[in-house]
Structures are given as C-alpha cells and as structure tokens.
Antibody, heavy 117, light 110 residues
Framework: EVQLVESGGGLVQPGGSLRLSCAAS????????MSWVRQAPGKGLDWVAV???????FYADSVKGRFTISRDNSKNTLYLQINSLGPEDAAVYYC???????????WGQGTPVTVSS | QSVLTQAPSASGTPGQRVAVSCSGS????????VYWYQQLPGTAPKLLIY???QRPSGVPDRFSGSKSGTSASLAISGLRSEDEADYYC???????????FGTGTEVTVL
C-alpha cells in the first residue's frame, strides 16, 4: 500500500526556517510527480510546489524564492525547505504523489506549521 | 492563488442529486484535465475524479465528473450522509505554470 508520511512541522518564529520531510513507501519518488499542498486553518487548499521525475521544479508565486522542493532518491524522501517564514505560511502541509502532472493521487496525513513569536 | 471559482456551499437530502460547478479559463480548465478532491472533516484530501471524468478504484459510481469548455462539474447522485465534505476542483494552469485549486464547495446532507 502506498504511504506518504510527513514530518518536520512545528512552531517557528517569524523569519525562521524549517525543513519538512515526506517518506514514501511502495513506490519510487523519482518516478512520480511529487507536490506539496498546504491548508491554512479553516481555509481551502493551496498548491505550493512540484518536482517532476526529471527534476524540474515549479512553485506558487507566493513561495517562490523562499521555499525549495527537493528529493533524496536514496532515501526515497521528498523535502520542502521553508525560509523567511511569515504568518501567511502557517498551515498544515501535505505531501502528494501522482503519476501525471496535475493528478495528486496519494496524500500524506499532513504536518502542521505554526508561525508565532 | 485560487483562479478556479466554486460556489461556497451546496446541499441536498439523502438520495438526491447534487452538482458542484467549477469555473476557470482557457489556460487551465480550457486546456488541461480537471481533477476533483474530497476532504472529509478532519482528514486529508483524497482524489475523487481524475482526467475530467475518471474514477479511481474504490470511488463509488455515484460520483461523476464532466467538463465543457472552461467549466467543469462534479455530480453526486443518490446523496448519502457520508458524502458531507468539502469538494475542490483543480487543474494545471499553462499561463502561470502552477497548479490551481478551486475555492472549495462544502456539501451538506440535510
């Protein structure tokens, strides 16, 4: 059974940094389109970034230059480096995988990020 | 970055048919597949419809999707209490090179 398990969320001060991880099982991350999606409390879904199998990356305008999506094929793990955190970044961050661009076939349980001083 | 528009809410009684619409533009829905996601209260979203009208294994055939031009629709027939959830449409946007979600529709079973 495909599993995505996120970790690394927590309480961070404004301006701080965090690295989220997503461990995948029963498939290989380099063979899929891997994305991060976030959801602020009581709000809708907000796409953050995607990394293609070939390594190309795309980002939402709101995070471009601050967030970096990457993967470690040897660990079969997806990452999201988050820098210069602001209150608008507080959300549950979900890791997703898909067999084609646009198809978020599987979702993790999410990891919460709280931004507060 | 919600560029897909959905009505905030929809409702129906058990057994009824409910439709959820999603409006976009030529750069997203008009030129790419539409996907639908269901988010039950307190849980992670789940893929409900892919490539406009296809159902993943395990999704009941009460759920159906369609697309016409720059709009898409999700229909739930034979509405059941367990269908109470938030529903989101989504598509890749070629102009923005981003994935865009709809604003979400909360479906209530009366």
């Amino acid at each position: 059974e495909v599993q995505l398990v996120e970790s690394g969320g927590g309480l961070v001060q404004p301006g701080g940094s965090l690295r989220l991880s997503c461990a995948a099982s029963e498939f290989t991350v380099r063979d899929k389109y891997m994305s991060w999606v976030r959801q602020a409390p009581g709000k809708g879904l907000d796409w953050v970034a995607v990394i293609y199998g070939g390594g190309s990356t795309f980002y939402a305008d709101s995070v471009k230059g601050r967030f970096t999506i990457s993967r470690d094929n040897s660990k079969n793990t997806l990452y999201l480096q988050i820098n210069s955190l602001g209150p608008e970044d507080a959300a549950v961050y979900y890791c997703t995988s898909g067999g084609s661009l646009g198809s978020l076939d599987y979702w993790g349980q999410g990891t919460p990020v709280t931004v507060s001083s | 970055q919600s560029v897909l528009t959905q009505a905030p809410s929809a409702s129906g009684t058990p057994g009824q048919r409910v439709a959820v619409s999603c409006s976009g533009s030529s750069s997203n829905i008009g030129s790419n597949y539409v996907y639908w996601y269901q988010q039950l209260p307190g849980t992670a979203p789940k893929l409900l419809i892919y490539r406009n009208s296809q159902r993943p294994s395990g999704v009941p055939d009460r759920f159906s999707g369609s697309k016409s031009g720059t709009s898409a629709s999700l229909a739930i027939s034979g509405l059941r209490s367990e269908d109470e959830a938030d529903y989101y449409c989504a598509a890749w946007d070629d102009s923005l090179s981003v994935y865009v979600f709809g604003t979400g529709t909360e479906v209530t079973v009366l």
